[in-house]
C-alpha cells in the first residue's frame, strides 16, 4: 500500500485491458527449499522463524493444554481425566473465587495505571524546568524487581515499624495486610506502582507524535485546554493507548512474583488469584495438572481481552 | 560435490553437537575431571550469612570435608527454605539433581514420591547399627518402605520463647499452663502494646509456623493431625485447637495483626520487641539472639499443657542429607554425608544452637565449654521426655495451607471449627 502512494508520477500506466496479453514463456516450476528461486528462498528464510516460534511458543502451550486435561503426579503425567481439571476451577467456589479477584484486581489496576499514565505523560511532555528530572523520578519504580517493591512496600506499610505510622492513625491501628479488602487495595496500588512507568513512556512517546499545529488549530477555533485534550490529543492517542491496554492486561494476569511476596494470597484468600494458584499447584504442591488447567483459562483470558480490545479498535477506526 | 561436502560437515557437527549435549545431559549435578571429582550439595543454609551461625558451621565443615578429602570437591549451592524442594525436583526430573540434598524431613514424603532421592540403607545402617543408642533421631523418620532414605543430622523442638526484659517490664511470670499462656499474653499485650504471643495466621511460608502450633495443641487435646499420613484432625481435638485459637483472639494474646505474619515475621517481632512470647524452633533461638540488643533477653521453656508442671509434647523433626537421584557417586556422596553427621561436625553446628543427634556430642569438651551447652541439654531432655515425630505426608504443604486457611476463617471470621475442618479433612481424602 505504501508503495503503491509513494509510486513515482512518471512510472508507466498499466497496459489497456482491451490489449492483447504478452505472451509468456513457460512457467518456471517452483522447486522449494534448497534452489535459488524467490520462492525456494522465501521458505528458506521463513522456515527457520516458523521453527522457532513453534518451539518456543505453540510447543508450550499445546504441553500445556494436553497437561491440563490428564492426571499428574510429580513432574509425571498420568490418566486421561477430560476436563476434570477444569471443573475444580469453574465447578468451586474456591475456583470461582479466585476468577472473580482477578478480574478485580486486573481492571482495578488498570483504572488507575492508565489515567495515572496518560496524566504523567501529559505533564511530562510539557516544556517545564527539571523536566528531564521529573522524566527520571517517574520512571525509577520501573527498574524496581517486583520482589523488591513488594518486601519495599511490606515494610512501608507495617503498622509496628513501618515509616508510614500506620500503627495509629488517630487512634486507629491500619494493617493493609491483615484485611482481605485493604490487602487487594494494596497489591493494586503497588501493582500500579511498578507497572504505571512502561504505560507512561508509551502515552509520552505517542504524545510527541501529535503536530502541535493541530492543537494550536484547536485553540485558534476556541476550544479550551479539556475540549483540545479530549477532541484532539486523546483521539490520536487512541492505537497507543489501546496497545498499553493490552500490554497492562496481559502482565496482570499473569503476575506471580508481586502477588506471591507481598500477600502470599492472604489473607483469608483475599488475594488469592489465577496467577498465583497456577504458580503454586504446579511448583509448590506439583499437582501439574491442576496448574496448567489454572495456566489454560489464564491464556485464554489474555487471549479474550487481547481480541476484545483489537476489536474495539478496529470498530474506533471504521467509524 | 560441493554440496556433499556440506552435508557432511553439517552432519559432523551436528552428531558432535548431539553428543555433547547428550553427554551433558548425562552427567547429572557433579561430574569429574582428571581424577577430581565434584560433588553438588544444595542446601538452605547460607555459607556466608551474616547472621545466621548455622551457615558459619555450614562453611566451615564443608571447607574441612575439602581440604581433608581426596580428590573429592563438595560444592555448596544456596536455596531458600521455600523453593529448595521445587528446585530440586525439576532439576533431578531434567537429569540435572544435585548429588546430596537437604531435606527437612517434614518433605522427606514428597522427595520419596518425587523419586528426587535413592536409598542409602546399606551406606547408614552399618553406621547406625555402630553407634546404637548413641544416635538420637527416631531413624523411622527418615525410612519409606523398609529404606532409609535420608540420615538426620539435626533434632529441632518447638519450645516456648518468652522476652524475659517484657515479662519483668510487666511484672510477669513465665506462663506454666495454657490458660496461663493466655491471659499472660493478654496482658502483655495491654501492658506494652506489643503482640502478647505471636502465632503466624499467614498464608506465606505455606501456613508452616500455625502448623508448629495446631500440631503439639491437637495432640495436648488428646488427637492426631495425621494418621498413617491420612488427615485425622477432623476431631474434637481439632475442633478444640481451633476454639483455643479463637480464645486466645479474643481475650487479646494477639489481634488481627497476626493474619500478616508468618514465622519470618513471628521471629523478627521478638527480636523487634513487638512480640512478647511465641512457640518456635530450637533452631532459631541463636540466629533470633544474634539481633541487636536482644541476648539474653531472649528465652525458652517447654510448651505449656493443662497441666503445669507437665509440658505438651514437642513435635520433633530435623534436617536431613540423603543422596541425590542424579549421583553417579553414591559412596562418594555417603563420605560427605557421613562427615556432615560426625561428633566433629556436630560440635560445629552444637556452637551454633543446633541440638546434635549424636548423645555423647552433648558430653563433649566442646560442647561443655559453650555458653549454651546447659540450654542445650535442656532442650534435648525434652525432645527424649516429651517428643514426639512430627506428621508427614506426600501433600504437607498444600494441608498446611489448606489448614491454615481454615484456621483464619474459624479464628477471624468465627466460622464453624468443625465444618472447616471437615472440608478440609474431605480435600485430602479423609
Known amino acids: 500500500m505504501t508503495a503503491l502512494m509513494t509510486a513515482p508520477a512518471d512510472r508507466k500506466p498499466p497496459a489497456a485491458p482491451s490489449a492483447p496479453a504478452p505472451e509468456r514463456g513457460p512457467r518456471r516450476r517452483s522447486s522449494g527449499v534448497g534452489t535459488t528461486s524467490p520462492l525456494g528462498l522465501s521458505w528458506a528464510l521463513i522456515v527457520p522463524s516458523i521453527a522457532i516460534v513453534a518451539v518456543v511458543s505453540i510447543f508450550p502451550i499445546a504441553y500445556a493444554i494436553n497437561l491440563s486435561l490428564h492426571e499428574t503426579r510429580f513432574l509425571q503425567i498420568g490418566d486421561f481425566v477430560g476436563l476434570d481439571n477444569f471443573a475444580q476451577i469453574f465447578g468451586t467456589a474456591e475456583g470461582l473465587g479466585q476468577v472473580g479477584r482477578s478480574l478485580v484486581y486486573v481492571v482495578g489496576s488498570l483504572a488507575i495505571a492508565v489515567p495515572l499514565s496518560l496524566a504523567l505523560a501529559n505533564l511530562l511532555n510539557q516544556e517545564v524546568r527539571f523536566r528531564r528530572v521529573f522524566r527520571v523520578i517517574i520512571l525509577l519504580p520501573w527498574v524496581v524487581s517486583q520482589t523488591v517493591a513488594a518486601l519495599l512496600w511490606k515494610w512501608l506499610v507495617n503498622p509496628d515499624y513501618g515509616p508510614l505510622g500506620l500503627g495509629d492513625i488517630g487512634g486507629v491501628r491500619l494493617d493493609f495486610l491483615a484485611d482481605p479488602n485493604l490487602a487487594m487495595l494494596l497489591l493494586i496500588v503497588v501493582n500500579v506502582w511498578i507497572s504505571y512507568p512502561i504505560a507512561t513512556i508509551l502515552c509520552l512517546a505517542s504524545l510527541q507524535t501529535i503536530p502541535e499545529e493541530l492543537r494550536e488549530a484547536a485553540e485558534v477555533d476556541g476550544a479550551g485546554p479539556f475540549r483540545r485534550f479530549m477532541q484532539v490529543t486523546l483521539p490520536l492517542m487512541k492505537p497507543t493507548l489501546f496497545v498499553v491496554v493490552i500490554q497492562l492486561t496481559l502482565l496482570y494476569f499473569n503476575m506471580v512474583t508481586l502477588i506471591y511476596t507481598l500477600t502470599g494470597g492472604g489473607p483469608l484468600d483475599g488475594t488469592n488469584l489465577l496467577s498465583l494458584a497456577a504458580f503454586k499447584q504446579s511448583f509448590e504442591f506439583f499437582n501439574l495438572g491442576l496448574g496448567a488447567a489454572y495456566s489454560v483459562v489464564l491464556f485464554a483470558f489474555n487471549v479474550l481481552f487481547g481480541a476484545a480490545y483489537l476489536r474495539l479498535l478496529r470498530s474506533e477506526r471504521n467509524v | ?430
Not at chain 2, 549435549?21 to 542446601?43: P, Q, V
Not at chain 2, 543430622?153 to 496461663?180: F, H, K, M, N, S
Request: glycine share 12%; aromatic share 8%.
Open chain 2, 1 to 430: 560435490m560441493k554440496h556433499g561436502i556440506i552435508r557432511k560437515v553439517a552432519a559432523v557437527a551436528l552428531t558432535a553437537a548431539v553428543g555433547a549435549t547428550l553427554a551433558g545431559c548425562a552427567s547429572g549435578g557433579g561430574g569429574s575431571a582428571g581424577g577430581e571429582e565434584n560433588l553438588d550439595f544444595w542446601i538452605f543454609l547460607d555459607p556466608n550469612s551474616p547472621d545466621d551461625p548455622r551457615g558459619a558451621a555450614l562453611k566451615s565443615i564443608v571447607d574441612d570435608y575439602n581440604a581433608q578429602s581426596d580428590g573429592v570437591t563438595v560444592t555448596v549451592r544456596s536455596i531458600n527454605y521455600a523453593k529448595i524442594d521445587a528446585e530440586v525436583i525439576k532439576a533431578t526430573a531434567s537429569g540435572q539433581g544435585p548429588d546430596i540434598i537437604n531435606i527437612y524431613s517434614n518433605q522427606l514424603p514428597t522427595h520419596v514420591a518425587a523419586g528426587t532421592i535413592q536409598p542409602m540403607t546399606e551406606y547408614a545402617q552399618p553406621l547406625l547399627d555402630e553407634l546404637g543408642d548413641d544416635y538420637l533421631f527416631p531413624i523411622d523418620g527418615a525410612t519409606f518402605d523398609g529404606d532409609i532414605m535420608a540420615l538426620p543430622w539435626e533434632i529441632r523442638a518447638w519450645l516456648l520463647w518468652y522476652r524475659a526484659d517484657l515479662l519483668a517490664d510487666a511484672g510477669l511470670e513465665v506462663p506454666q499452663t495454657l490458660d496461663e499462656l493466655g491471659t499472660t499474653a493478654a496482658a502483655l499485650g495491654a501492658a506494652t502494646g506489643t503482640t502478647g504471643l505471636g502465632v503466624g495466621f499467614s498464608n506465606q511460608g505455606l501456613g508452616a509456623d500455625f502448623m508448629e502450633k495446631f500440631i503439639p495443641f491437637t495432640w495436648g487435646n488428646g488427637g492426631d493431625v495425621l494418621v498413617n499420613g491420612e488427615p485425622a484432625f477432623a476431631s474434637d481435638a481439632g475442633v478444640a485447637t481451633m476454639d483455643y485459637f479463637t480464645q486466645l483472639h479474643d481475650e487479646g494474646a494477639f489481634g488481627d495483626e497476626v493474619l500478616s505474619m508468618g514465622a519470618d515475621e513471628v521471629i523478627n517481632g521478638i527480636k523487634a520487641g513487638t512480640i512478647s512470647m511465641a512457640i518456635e524452633g530450637s533452631y532459631r533461638v541463636a540466629a533470633a539472639r544474634s539481633g541487636e540488643g536482644i541476648g539474653d533477653n531472649l528465652q525458652t521453656a517447654p510448651i505449656p499443657s493443662d497441666v503445669a508442671g507437665t509440658p505438651l509434647q514437642t513435635p520433633v523433626a530435623g534436617q536431613t542429607l540423603a543422596i541425590g537421584a542424579n549421583a553417579e557417586d553414591p559412596a562418594a556422596a555417603w563420605d560427605f554425608i557421613q562427615y556432615y553427621a560426625s561428633a566433629v561436625s556436630q560440635e560445629k553446628f552444637a556452637a551454633a544452637g543446633v541440638l546434635p543427634v549424636l548423645a555423647s556430642v552433648y558430653d563433649s569438651e566442646a560442647v561443655q565449654t559453650l555458653p549454651n551447652a546447659g540450654e542445650l541439654a535442656t532442650w534435648r531432655d525434652y525432645v527424649l521426655d516429651y517428643g514426639r515425630p512430627a506428621p508427614v505426608s506426600e501433600n504437607f504443604s498444600e494441608l498446611s495451607d489448606a489448614l491454615v486457611t481454615a484456621g483464619q476463617r474459624v479464628v477471624f471470621q468465627g466460622a464453624d471449627a468443625a465444618s472447616e475442618l471437615d472440608a478440609v479433612a474431605g480435600q485430602f481424602g479423609g
